[in-house]
Antibody, heavy 122, light 109 residues
Framework: EVQLLESGGDLVQPGGSLRLSCAVSGLTFSSHAMAWVRQAPGKGLEWVSA????????YYADSVKGRFTISRDNSKNTLYLQMNGLRVEDTALYYC???????????????WGQGTLVTVSS | EIVMTQSPATLSVSPGESATLSCRASQSVSSSLAWYQQKPGQAPRLLIY???TRATGIPARFSGSGSGTEFTLTISSLHSEDFAVYYC???????????FGQGTKVQIK
């Protein structure tokens, strides 16, 4: 059974940093691209970032480019999102999701975690 | 960037009735279109991909159609567990990225 478990969400002040983790089990982690998708309270889904299976290519939404960094440790079956320069508008539930295709980022997200809450407030 | 427009924003339907949700893309996405269902307090779940293929475990009352820029999700004979928000999303884009429609909330009439 494929499982994705996010952690690391917290209350942080504007300008602060946070690192999210997503532990994955039940699949060959290194074979699949992964993504982060967020959802602000009461709002829709917003894609944040993605990374290929090897970690060799990364992609970002314009809203987080230059502030967030996605990475992965395939030896630990774990996906990360380093968030710097946090803004109030980054407040959201952050989901990690698995790409259906192998290796490249295809964008079809077939498994999702339950999310971790990031609150940016002074 | 491809912009996805869903309509209506809210759909009120009685249990047992059918619901038709629409999704329009600002440019052709061929058949690379997915639908997700999100219930309150839960993560999104993949329902449909390839515009019309049901994901594993999705009941046959869910069907998708369309190609290019116009897509439809139909839920026949709504069950209580089907009341949720539904999002459409194109994939296999270049440059790589993901955009979601704003969602359609299907609520009990």
């Amino acid at each position: 059974e494929v499982q994705l478990l996010e952690s690391g969400g917290d209350l942080v002040q504007p300008g602060g940093s946070l690192r999210l983790s997503c532990a994955v089990s039940g699949l060959t982690f290194s074979s699949h691209a992964m993504a982060w998708v967020r959802q602000a309270p009461g709002k829709g889904l917003e894609w944040v970032s993605a990374i290929t299976g090897s970690g060799g290519s990364t992609y970002y939404a314009d809203s987080v480019k230059g502030r967030f960094t996605i990475s992965r440790d395939n030896s630990k079956n774990t996906l990360y999102l380093q968030m710097n320069g946090l803004r109030v508008e980054d407040t959201a539930l952050y989901y990690c999701a698995k790409d259906e295709r192998l290796n490249a980022f295809y964008g079809l997200l077939d498994y999702w975690g339950q999310g971790t809450l990031v609150t940016v407030s002074s | 960037e491809i912009v996805m427009t869903q309509s209506p924003a809210t759909l009120s339907v009685s249990p047992g009735e059918s619901a038709t949700l629409s999704c329009r893309a600002s440019q052709s996405v061929s058949s690379s279109l997915a639908w997700y269902q999100q219930k309150p307090g839960q993560a999104p779940r993949l329902l449909i991909y390839g515009a019309s293929t049901r994901a594993t475990g999705i009941p046959a009352r869910f069907s998708g159609s369309g190609s290019g820029t116009e897509f439809t999700l139909t839920i026949s004979s709504l069950h209580s567990e089907d009341f949720a928000v539904y999002y459409c999303q194109p994939y296999n884009n270049w440059p790589p990225g993901v955009t979601f429609g704003q969602g359609t909330k299907v609520q009990i009439k």
